[in-house]
């Protein structure tokens, strides 16, 4: 099976644009998660996509924000940048289930993409 | 709330010695945990995980680790270090019966440096 993939791999943009990147998760999982990660505040849950619902949000604020298609692939759009938004942005998939299941799973991630606002 | 604690900011170790990554974590009811690792530039990759069962948990590239439950500890552990070992390591938990969902709470990280 493919991995995870990201679109795209790295973003430059200034301060007050808005930003989308992709996601597309192992082929068969439905949960798609975000994570933010930078050298001061190390990896934060952003929030998980699971058949096209948010189903978990981290503390970010509201220009951070997200979507899942039908097919599982996910979005994720920050509005109005901030210079503390460069990050490297990660997305992990996994078959999805609840958490007093047998299906529990690891989550799979992707490369990143690695976000720069100037 | 849940959070890991990692306490090394790095370790160091010479090539095919043992080596330990420490963890503890702090979680409501009984915890998920995990390992993975990051090279540079690239994302996690999965180590290993424990949900419930033996203490001592195998996972890949000859790493495994050791649940201890009244410590509260998730330690990574490797017989014999190579130095293709050296990168990132994140331990990380996810609480069970949350409600559902895949949040996971990340340690610091605790870079590993293996040396000739």
């Known amino acids: 099976k493919a991995g995870v993939t990201q679109t795209p791999r790295y973003l430059i943009k200034t301060r007050g644009q808005q930003v989308t990147l992709s996601c597309s998760p192992i082929s068969g999982h439905r949960s798609v998660s975000w994570y933010q990660q930078t050298p001061g505040q190390g990896l934060q849950f952003l929030f998980e996509y699971f058949s096209e619902t948010q189903r978990n949000k981290g503390n970010f604020p509201g220009r951070f924000s997200g979507r899942q298609f039908s097919n599982s692939r996910s979005e994720m759009n920050v509005s109005t940048l901030e210079l503390g938004d460069s990050a490297l942005y990660l997305c992990?998939?996994?078959?999805?289930?609840?958490?007093?299941?047998?299906?529990?799973?690891?989550?799979?991630f992707g490369p990143g993409t690695r976000l720069t606002v100037l | 709330a849940q959070s890991v604690a990692q306490p090394e900011d790095q370790v160091n170790v010479a090539e095919g010695n043992p080596l330990t990554v420490k963890c503890t974590y702090s979680v409501s009811g009984n915890p998920y945990l995990f390992w993975y690792v990051q090279y540079p530039n690239r994302g996690l990759q999965f180590l290993l995980k424990?949900?419930?069962?033996?203490?001592l948990v195998k996972g890949s590239y000859g790493f495994e680790a050791e649940f201890n439950k009244s410590q509260t500890s998730f330690h990574l552990k490797k017989p014999s270090a190579l130095v293709s070992d050296s990168a990132l390591y994140f331990c990380?938990?996810?609480?069970?019966?949350?409600?559902?969902?895949?949040?996971?709470?990340f340690g610091t990280g605790t870079q590993l440096k293996v040396e000739l």
């Open positions: 424990y949900i419930t069962g033996d203490n």
């Open positions: 990380a938990v996810r609480a069970l019966f949350t409600g559902g969902g895949n949040k996971l709470t």
């Open positions: 992990a998939s996994s078959p999805g289930g609840t958490s007093g299941g047998l299906k529990l799973s690891e989550q799979f």
